[in-house]
Nanobody, 126 residues
Framework: QVQLVESGGGLVQAGGSLRLSCAAS????????MGWFRQAPGKEREFVAA????????TDAGSVKGRFTISRDNAKNTVNLQMNRLEPEDTAVYYC???????????????????WGQGTQVTVSS
């Protein structure tokens, strides 16, 4: 079992920044990849970024490339998402996810992750 709790969401103006954090507990954190996903009203959950267990490999969606950065601190069991130059289109509920049954970098598919946080709302005003 893995428990995930996100924090750091909020309301920000376009062009601003937010930092999301996800605290994990329950299993050895450094052995499995972590991902961030988001879901806007009426849309499917979409991939944002992922990182391998060691933190050596990352990937992110084209829509956030150069603006969002995923990182993890295995000593503190946390994974973070630094979001810069936010746009109204980034408005969504953001979820962190743990993929205890996948390896390496992780996956862009939500179905490959078996543990999810409760989500944190990010709203970007224009």
């Amino acid at each position: 079992q893995v428990q995930l709790v996100e924090s750091g969401g909020g309301l920000v103006q376009a062009g601003g920044s937010l930092r999301l954090s996800c605290a994990a507990s329950g299993r050895t954190f450094s052995v499995f990849p972590m991902g961030w996903f988001r879901q806007a009203p009426g849309k499917e959950r979409e991939f944002v970024a992922a990182m391998s267990g060691s933190g050596a490999i990352t990937t992110d969606a084209g829509s956030v490339k150069g603006r969002f950065t995923i990182s993890r601190d295995n000593a503190k069991n946390t994974v973070n998402l630094q979001m810069n130059r936010l746009e109204p289109e980034d408005t969504a509920v953001y979820y962190c996810a743990a993929g205890t049954q996948i390896y390496g970098l992780g996956s862009i598919r939500p179905s490959d992750y078996d543990y999810w946080g409760q989500g944190t709302q990010v709203t970007v005003s224009s």
